[in-house]
């Protein structure tokens, strides 16, 4: 599958954004769809990830109640809602496909296919 990730882009702290991910190619609705970033200087890290059915989901703890991730398998495409942004969610952000068990989601290397990542800045 092929992901193209969108919607990043300058926000100011406490502010929203909403990014997209499109993936064309194999069957969308096969994939658990993961939403990982990358911080200027760190490492790539677990943001957020989604069943294939959309029933169950995991988010990092930094995270949890500001961001909400969603997909919509008629449109092949996966979002990530981002409320109350910290400054310290300054990142490329990247999604990612994985077709291995739901105990493995937060590991990196279980997801086969990435997009190119989407620039997230957050103005203090």
């Known amino acids: 599958v092929q992901l193209q990730a969108s919607g990043g882009g300058l926000v100011q702290a406490g502010g929203s954004l909403r990014l997209s991910c499109a993936a064309s190619g194999r069957t969308f609705n096969r994939y658990t769809m993961g939403w990982f970033r990358q911080a200027p200087g760190k490492e790539r890290e677990f943001v957020a990830v989604?069943?294939?059915?959309?029933?169950?989901?995991d988010y990092a703890d930094s995270v949890k109640g500001r961001f909400t991730v969603s997909r919509d398998n008629a449109k092949n495409t996966v979002y990530l809602l981002m409320n109350s942004l910290k400054p310290e969610g300054t990142a490329v952000y990247y999604c990612?496909?994985?077709?291995?068990?739901?105990?493995?989601?937060?590991?990196?290397?279980?997801?086969?296919?990435w997009g190119q990542g989407t620039l997230v800045t957050v103005s203090s």
């Open positions: 989604l069943s294939r059915n959309g029933g169950s989901t």
């Open positions: 990612a496909a994985s077709t291995s068990i739901w105990g493995l989601r937060v590991r990196e290397a279980v997801y086969s296919s």
